[in-house]
């Protein structure tokens, strides 16, 4: 079985649009939430939503390249670009390696709006140009990148709901460790436009603090109301160590722990046996004592019933005393289909930099969250060796990764 | 519409759009091997010249349009006919 390791990450988010900036915002406990007025005149319930401004690419990537890239195809070209930056992978790596593609993604809802407003209005399928297919359909960020960078390994698009980019790169994890490839790019991208969160918002399950944007997204704390949605992309560079090694690669941490499993229960209320078994998966597959880890990066979205089950998860498998946990969606918002990437990007960097990132907005603990030792403010050289990050997701889909400094 | 107001227009669009230098647009220049302009292309210049000229092209239209020179006069003629 092969060792597997990160040799490159990049980001592009609300708290940070690279690596740096992240860190950055990270270690300030900055928030990336706003309020979006176009939301309040479409009828949403709640107009928070995480702020990022697109990349502009025309000059980096031919039209061609372009057309159909949706907008969390972009983020993840930008992401994924620093990524293999990092792991110094150019052209002709690219060109003479089988490289793969596992990438996290659930939905490409805007260009499906405007298709349709466009066939409503022109009653005729050849003016809806030849973009809109690639950017509408769930695969649209593989199938883009994959075309962009010349990838000849597997590829394929992850669709797990908020598990999505976690599960993406667990699936990585296994394909790498079993000897099927060599190298793969996993990550997660969600668009954040107003389209694709209508029916999501109707749903009545993010915060309606609409009066302090930053304020809004409160995991763990007493006084939640739910989640602020949001979106970016992140992308990891997966690569056996003997790869890594064997190319003199800079190796930046070590996955050693995939943890999955199902609810069968709910389509949109978590439990907390499904998400336990997850955790003790990871925890069993990376031949650890849950005492080994060093700090957990919990899903924690701060809807009332997903943070009480994972607070009652977590306690059930670390016990009376757990490491020090923080939601970074208390920052980012809700990064859906990229936040189980996005989260082991925050974790790595914390552990790179000794440090772990606060759970900000986080004021009163309600009786289970009481329990859980939670990073309430930077907490400045502490070490981490060992983290666990989970990501759970509509229907009971549950991923816990756990990674190591190496 | 003119002569001159019709080429100005797809010169126009072939630049902005389809990213192609001004000093490509030859008359003799082909829209495939010379332009770069490929089949998924053609299916954007279908709304593009739609947004432009108001007319819709068929797809089999494209099929003797092989210069430059044959795709002005082509946007000339259905452009004046409409």
């Known amino acids: 079985m092969n060792r597997v390791v990160i040799t490159g990450m990049g980001i592009y988010s609300t708290i940070g649009k690279n690596i740096e900036e992240v860190n950055n915002s990270l270690y300030n406990g900055k928030s990336g939430i706003g309020f979006e007025q176009l939301r309040k005149d479409w009828g949403f319930r709640s107009a928070l939503t995480g702020i990022l401004e697109r990349p502009n690419l025309k000059g980096e990537l031919k039209r061609r390249q372009r057309v159909g890239l949706a907008e969390e195809g972009e983020y993840a070209y930008v992401a994924t670009v620093e990524a293999l930056k990092q792991a110094e992978i150019d052209e002709d790596f690219l060109d003479n390696n089988e490289i793969g593609i596992l990438y996290g993604n659930d939905s490409s809802a805007k260009s499906v709006v405007e298709s349709y407003d466009v066939l409503k209005e022109k009653k005729d399928t050849a003016l809806l140009g030849s973009g809109a297919i690639f950017q509408s359909m769930n695969s649209t960020i593989t199938m883009n990148l994959s075309t962009i960078f010349r990838l000849k390994g597997i590829n394929l698009t992850i669709s797990a709901a908020c598990a999505s980019g976690s599960h993406s790169i667990g699936m990585g994890y296994h394909f790498i460790k079993s000897g099927l490839q060599d190298m793969i790019i996993c990550g997660g991208g969600q668009e954040i436009n107003y389209h694709s969160m209508g029916s999501f918002d109707g749903l009545g399950a993010f915060s309606v603090r609409e009066n302090e944007p930053q304020k809004a997204s409160r995991p763990f704390d007493r006084d939640r109301d739910g989640l602020v949605p949001s979106g970016g992309a992140a992308t990891v560079i997966l690569e056996s160590y003997e790869s890594a090694k064997k190319r003199g690669a800079n190796i930046i941490a070590e996955v050693i722990g995939y943890g999955f499993s199902s609810n069968g229960d709910h389509i949109s209320v978590p439990n907390v046996v499904g998400p336990a078994k997850s955790l003790e998966m990871a925890i069993k597959d990376a031949n650890l004592k849950a005492s080994q880890i060093d700090y957990i990066n919990a899903h924690a979205t701060a809807t009332p019933v997903g943070d009480l089950n994972e607070a009652q998860a977590i306690s059930k498998v670390f016990g009376a005393k757990t490491p020090y946990v923080s939601s970074t969606k208390s920052m980012t918002g809700h990064e859906m289909w990229m936040g189980g990437a996005s989260e082991i990007i925050y974790s790595v960097l914390m552990m790179q930099n000794s440090y772990v990132a606060p759970n900000i907005n986080f004021e009163n603990p309600d009786e289970h969250s009481a329990k859980l030792n939670i990073a309430t403010e930077t907490i400045k050289n502490h070490n981490i060796d060992i983290f666990l990050s989970n990501s759970f997701g509509f229907g009971g889909t549950n991923s816990s990764l756990i990674v190591k400094k190496i | ?82």
Do not use: W
Not at chain 2, 19 to 36: C, M, R, Y
Not at chain 2, 43 to 58: P, T
Not at chain 2, 68 to 75: C, N, V
């Open chain 2, 1 to 82: 519409m003119e002569n001159k107001e019709v080429i100005s227009k797809v010169n126009d669009f072939l630049i902005d759009e389809f990213e192609i230098e001004e000093d490509q647009l030859i008359p003799t220049a082909s829209l495939k091997e010379t332009l770069e302009i490929d089949s998924l292309d053609y299916v954007d210049l279908v709304v593009i010249i739609e947004r432009n000229f108001g007319f819709k092209v068929k797809g089999e239209d494209f099929a003797t349009i092989k210069s430059l020179q044959d795709f002005y006069d082509y946007i000339i003629s259905r452009a004046n006919s409409n």
